[in-house]
């Protein structure tokens, strides 16, 4: 009974040590984001006090005065004026009046800035579009998530039959469509024989009689682009569901259940599906942290007023705290999706995390 | 006569393979097993050997109902199980098990011993009080050398050793109290140090728990360590049959003799000449007409061209399947 505790013990100091080790990893990966961020931004081509305002009849005064009320007339940093065009500039300043240490001090204040374009501090104008995104990719990859793998296990479980090259056929091609292009044709189709909205979120100047009524609108907004976004993965979590299953399938602790007596459903869900999930897992987790951005194609198809469609406007207008923002945001979700998958990994699969 | 714990019977297991051609319609078929017959008493040990191709894991995998058989009988304790519904074999393996050949596979890596021993029991329906489960799987664990039971209950297979796994799976084998336990080539992957204890412990169930075995193996030395008596199979058919110490010590098949001629003797002065066979395993496809060993036999005659060769008993309980045989041995005389 002591020598049980024991190997626990060492086991929980094994897991700590593990868990410890990769959020100190994430943290330093945003540590590096933060800093990429900002020079990337200031290297690109552009001006913000140009590209802001499309008038050529900005006079340079009225520039200038831009320039000053955004702080973009400090040094980048010391020894650099600017990036783009590069000057090289005194390096002598005091650090804490550039616009690098300006920035960074922001940050640990947690402040984000103020968009130049919106005049909006940048967490609120994120935080609205963010929560569009997420809706928009709830619903997708609740519907991809389910559908892909109940059609990889069917497809695994009647593996090499026509029921098989059918749903692989369907995955395959689903896969390889391009995302705006399908969503271009849903659009047609949709709006066409549907009679669905063609972009946004909601019907412009409507006054709902109820919140009933206010939902049946989103839906019917959501509907196209979801199901846009279910299309796009459903292929991907089919595929990879099927392959891992397959494989499963042909393991020897598969034969040796079924001498045991097992049914057919029990391997399944007993010793095929857990040892199956393994991979979808970490799909599942990556997929997710990248899918914040990767939406841009089908907010833009569809004027979804999500993130991605706030990151091409950004860009466009060299938007830098808007664009800092919005990049921090994904960076950091992507690393936070990673570290779940590799906990989650750690948590499903006995064999990882423990040396 | 009573009847055995397991009585085969004309078993025959026929891989139909895809023809090549888009319009071809011979079917071809592979014949893994063709024509097995041999009886297993209770607490008996009955060794499979043959090279690698030659049918007997697939043999082992019909008795288990794992793969439906194309023709013939398996009887098993008096009931058919061929073409038998799932019920019928539902019943049979509670008392039929199975130990694999790789204990680095055949263990789901995501369960602990303990949810592996335990499992047969859940499946069947038995032991359902939490105390009497728990006895079980440590009488199980205990009998298969995992000792002190408990301490091995909460591993996971990735923490243990090849023999230890091996255990484990003959662990979730015994938990059952099964009459007759099928071991697939159970030492051919672990290491040489621990087959002699693996072995040992497969014999002392056998006589402890009454235990009949069907120990197939490639390999000749490990034989005798175990097994009762020997079936030598040679391309899906057994050639020759009879109790260990006969085959071992008068091989009558040419075969036979050609696989004992190379078993490593430790006594240098017991050497023997050793047959090699000349040519490859004829393809299953296309079987040799006539005798099956008959294009790789150092004695064939042209009359084993034509003539397909039955068991025929040349002694108590020793059977070879060979036209030469009686010829053969009178020379030798």
């Known amino acids: 009974m002591i020598l049980c505790i024991r190997v626990d013990e060492s086991q929980l100091v094994h897991r700590s040590v593990y868990l410890a080790n990769k959020i100190a990893w994430a943290a330093f990966t945003i540590l590096f984001v933060i800093v990429l961020n900002f020079f990337l931004f200031r290297i690109l081509p552009g001006d913000p006090a140009r590209a802001g305002v499309r008038d050529p009849r900005l006079t340079a005064e009225a520039q200038a005065a831009i320039r000053t009320r955004f702080g973009l007339d400090k040094p980048v940093i010391n020894c650099f004026t600017s990036l783009n065009p590069l000057e090289p500039g005194d390096c002598a300043v005091n650090p804490l009046d550039t616009q690098f240490f300006i920035y960074a001090g922001n940050l640990l204040r947690g402040e984000f800035g103020i968009s130049y374009h919106t005049n909006r501090p940048v967490v609120e104008v994120l935080g609205e579009r963010l929560w569009n995104t997420l809706l928009l990719i709830g619903a997708g990859q609740i519907l991809a998530i389910v559908l892909g793998m109940a059609l990889g296990i069917l497809a695994a479980w009647k593996a090499r039959t026509p029921v098989d090259y059918g749903a692989l056929g369907f995955s395959l091609l689903a896969w390889s469509l391009p995302t705006f292009w399908l969503g271009i044709i849903l659009l047609f189709w949709g709006s066409t024989y549907l009679g669905l909205p063609v972009g946004g979120k909601s019907t412009p100047g409507i006054n709902y009689a109820n919140t009933w009524e206010e939902l049946v609108d989103l839906a019917r907004h959501l509907f196209l682009p979801s199901l846009t976004y279910t299309i796009v993965f459903l292929g991907e979590y089919m595929l990879i569901m099927r392959s891992s299953l397959v494989d499963v399938l042909a393991e020897d602790y598969i034969l040796t259940a079924k001498a045991k007596g097992l049914n057919h459903f029990q391997i399944l869900k007993d010793h095929a599906l857990k040892n199956a999930m393994l991979p979808m897992v970490t799909i599942i987790a990556l997929n997710l942290g990248f899918t914040v951005a990767g939406a841009v194609q089908i907010e833009s198809v569809f004027s979804w007023p999500g993130l991605g469609g706030a990151i091409y406007e950004a860009v466009n207008r060299r938007d830098y705290p808007m664009l800092q923002g919005a990049f921090l945001l994904l960076a950091v979700s992507v690393i936070v999706a990673n570290l779940i998958a590799e906990l989650l990994y750690g948590y499903l699969d006995p064999r990882v995390g423990v040396e | ?333």
């Not at chain 2, 050997?49 to 793969?67: D, I, R």
């Not at chain 2, 499992?119 to 079980?136: D, G, I, N, S, W």
């Not at chain 2, 204890?197 to 197939?216: G, T």
């Open chain 2, 1 to 333: 006569m009573p009847e055995p714990l397991l009585r085969v019977r004309g078993v025959r297991k026929l891989f139909p393979i895809k023809a090549a051609g888009w319009r071809t319609h011979a079917q071809r078929v592979v014949h893994a097993v063709d024509d097995v017959n041999f009886d297993l008493g209770a607490g008996e040990a009955l060794a499979l050997v043959g090279e690698s191709g030659c049918g007997k894991s697939t043999l082992a995998l019909t008795l288990l109902g794992l793969e439906p058989l194309t023709a013939g009988s398996i009887r098993f304790e008096g009931q058919e199980l061929a073409g038998a519904p799932p019920e019928v074999w539902r019943l049979a393996r509670r008392h039929i098990q199975m130990i694999f050949q790789d204990p680095y596979e055949s263990l789901n890596p995501l369960m602990t011993v303990g949810e592996i021993v335990a499992e047969p029991l859940q499946v069947h329906k038995l032991a359902t009080a939490t105390e009497e489960r728990r006895r079980r799987i440590m009488a199980a664990l205990d009998d298969a050398g995992l000792k002190p039971a408990q301490h091995f209950m909460r591993r996971f297979p990735h923490e243990l050793s090849g023999g230890q796994r091996q255990r484990v799976a003959i662990a979730a084998a015994l938990v059952l109290e099964p009459r007759l336990l099928v071991a697939d080539e159970p030492v051919s992957m672990l290491d040489v140090s621990i087959r002699a204890e693996i072995l040992n412990l497969l014999a002392d169930l056998k006589v402890r728990r009454q235990i009949a075995v069907l120990f197939i193996t490639h390999d000749l030395g490990t034989v005798s360590a175990i097994a009762d008596r020997i079936a030598v199979m040679y391309l899906g058919r057994i050639v020759e049959i009879g109790a260990v110490n006969d085959v071992l010590t008068t091989p009558q098949h040419p075969y036979t003799q050609a696989l004992l001629s190379v078993v490593p003797a430790p006594n240098p002065r017991l050497r023997r000449q050793h047959i090699i066979l000349q040519g490859e395993t004829p393809d299953p496809v296309n079987l040799p007409a006539g005798c099956r060993f008959h294009p790789r036999c150092p004695v064939a005659i042209a009359r084993c061209h034509q003539v397909d060769p039955v068991l025929q008993a040349v002694g108590a309980g020793h059977a070879v399947a060979c036209i030469r045989t009686t010829e053969l041995r009178t020379n030798t005389l």
